[in-house]
């Protein structure tokens, strides 16, 4: 496939997908732009509480007509994997939508994300009829069975950063788990979960029991938190919007992925600088930092930190932005101009509380119309400050420099925020006791960035959230345990 396209030639989804097809129910007047060059791709209505009861009444219909739950296990898995064999045949297109709409490069869409939204569906779909029960201890003459049922209808809330990635995480465990879906998408970045609902319904996957609806957090989102018919909520987002949902979901089941601010604990041990400068590097850079796990704190043995932060800053001035449907592009536009002068502030507020600025710290605003934001170190990043605080969901990484493994450690452990850590050295023992130490829901060492399998469970610690999504675990989350007992006496 050529690699470089015209996003004008893309045909472009619209409406809801609601009931297996799409739906417009209002004026569609919020505009959706390209974040590469801020042209408009295509409009969104809101759709509110009224798209919200429509597809609750679809996926209750359907939930009963389709006999989804009850269906044979492997029936299920046929359609998933019908799917997501779809989804590989539509690479192409779907790999251009993802990059026209959003912050990722065609380079990555075409090998990575769509090929990893198929497999994601295809690995929850193995699970349909491997989905045990127990049998607990009793006395004789009763048998007491522990039964894992779907929740029925859930909603799940996803953001812009790795749109069709975060939603597969989501859809395909609670579809494989007999629940029908009500999903809300990012108001920025919709499309392509519209075209992968499109296919879903080409794989005779029964009209109502994935529905994609548009729309704006405090109306759309809150009204799918807040529908009593909504058993399960499992959102991916801000640690900010994670709060205002826990408030508004009442004694509603909740698997939240909220933000980080992980470190990447660096010691002199780590080996070849040219290799770990590169992986550090990309860890806050790829996708312009927009990652919830982006390596944004960079905690170093002092030894070899100057050397290393040479490296790291030349990687920075060395990146390629453009726009994201040009194969040469290697650095991601950030994806809105409100989300880049968020960025900024936060950068300048931080510099004003007496931080320095090692790189970058400004837009780079002679490559396009799109929002880039330079790739940026800022030493002297104290706990006190903004910094160190908020996540910047931007390619902004702050340093910290230690002498001992224990400072180090104590450096790396964030005090609010624990989504994932990285440990970066070749003595084994050192790693893993950092790995204990340290409290996050995931630690890599000597990577860091999600493992391309997915059987490892994602989630965080603290104020990164809790429940998981991806392993065995994210598909427990959209099941409940429901206890048989009987008395054969
Ligand atoms: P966001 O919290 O602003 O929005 C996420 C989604 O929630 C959007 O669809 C939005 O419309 C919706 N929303 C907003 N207010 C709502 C409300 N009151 N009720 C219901 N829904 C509401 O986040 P974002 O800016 O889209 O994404 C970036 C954030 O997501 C970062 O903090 C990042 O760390 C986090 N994230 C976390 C993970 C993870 O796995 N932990 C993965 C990706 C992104």
Known sequence: MTLTFDPAQLAIPSGHHIGGKFVQLGKADIDVLRPSDHQPMGAIEDGGTEAVERAVAEARRS???SRWARIAPRQRAR??????????????YLARLEAAGSSRLISLTAVGDVARTAEVIRFFAEYCDKLEGDVTATEEGTLSLVKNEPYGIVGTIVPWNFPMITAAWKFAPALAA????????????????????????????????????????STTGSAIVRHPDIRKISFTGSSTTGLAIIREAGIKPLTLELGGKSPQLVFADAGDLDKVSARIAAAFIANAGQVCTAGSRIVVERKIADELLDRIERRCKAVKPGPTWNADTDFAPIISRRQADRIDSLVRQTLKEGASLRTGGSFMESRNEGAFYAPTILEGVSEDMTGFREEFFGPVASVHRFDDAEEGMALADHPTFGLAASVHTTDISKALHAADRIEAGTVWVNHHGRAPEFTSPAGGFKSSG??????????????????????YA
């Open 63 to 65: 939930l009963k007509e």
């Open 79 to 92: 359609v998933l994997h019908r799917w997501a064999d779809l989804v590989d045949e539509q690479n192409e």
């Open 178 to 217: 007999g629940n029908a879906v009500v999903m809300k998408t990012s108001e920025l970045t919709p499309h392509s979960l519209l075209a992968l609902a499109d296919l879903a319904a080409r794989a005779s996957l029964p009209a109502g029991l994935l529905n994609i609806i548009n729309g704006l957090g």
């Open 466 to 487: 809790y429940g998981k999504d991806m392993g065995r675990a994210g598909i427990e989350a959209f099941l409940r345990k429901k206890a048989v007992w009987v008395n």
